[in-house]
Every structure is written in C-alpha cells, then in structure tokens.
Nanobody
Framework: QVQLVESGGGLVQAGGSLRLSCAAS????????MGWYRQAPGKQRELVAT???????NYADSVKGRFTISRDNAKNTVYLQMNSLKPEDTAVYYC????????????WGQGTQVTVSS
C-alpha cells in the first residue's frame, strides 16, 4: 500500500510564505506524477500545480508566478513553495500522486490546512 503524508500548512498573513511537503511511502515502483490540489469551503477541489517524472510542471493561472512545485525523486517527496500568499489561497491543500507501472493508480494525502489572514 502507498501513503502520502503532507506537512507544512498553517496560518500566515497575506504576503507571507509557506512551504508544503508531501512524502510518498510504501510499495512504490514508479511515481509518474505528483501534484497539489486545494479545496476552499463551499468550493470544488481544484488543481494547483503538478510535476511529472521528467520534471515538466503545470500551474493554475491563479498561482502562476507565486507558487513553485518541485520534487525530490530520491526522497519520493514533492514540495509546494507558496509566496505572496493571498486570503483567497485559504483552503485545504491535498497532495496527489500517480504511482505504478505498467498500470498506475491515483493516491491522495489527508490534506493540510492553509489559512491566509488579511
């Protein structure tokens, strides 16, 4: 079984920074992609950023230029550096990973709360 464990959430003032981490553990043959999603109260879960095994990244327009996703393949860990945080970034942030070869499966973390005060 595979587990994703997130850390790094918390309370920060607008304009501040936070760094989220997500470590994958368990029976891991191949991590094809990892990413971050978020869900604000009363809203649907939305994609924040993804990074594939080759290193290519993708960001939601709302976070481009402020957030940076990175990955440490040796540690099976993905990071999300969040700068210039805004109150509208407040949400539960979830780590996700597409793991396995030749067939893959999606795994999700338990979520970590990020609250940005104005």
């Amino acid at each position: 079984q595979v587990q994703l464990v997130e850390s790094g959430g918390g309370l920060v003032q607008a304009g501040g920074s936070l760094r989220l981490s997500c470590a994958a553990s368990g029976r891991i043959i191949s991590i094809n992609a990892m990413g971050w999603y978020r869900q604000a109260p009363g809203k649907q879960r939305e994609l924040v950023a993804t990074i594939i095994s080759g290193g290519s990244t993708n960001y939601a327009d709302s976070v481009k230029g402020r957030f940076t996703i990175s990955r440490d393949n040796a540690k099976n860990t993905v990071y999300l550096q969040m700068n210039s945080l805004k109150p509208e970034d407040t949400a539960v942030y979830y780590c996700a990973a597409d793991i396995g070869w030749p067939t893959s499966k999606d795994y999700w973390g338990q979520g970590t709360q990020v609250t940005v005060s104005s």
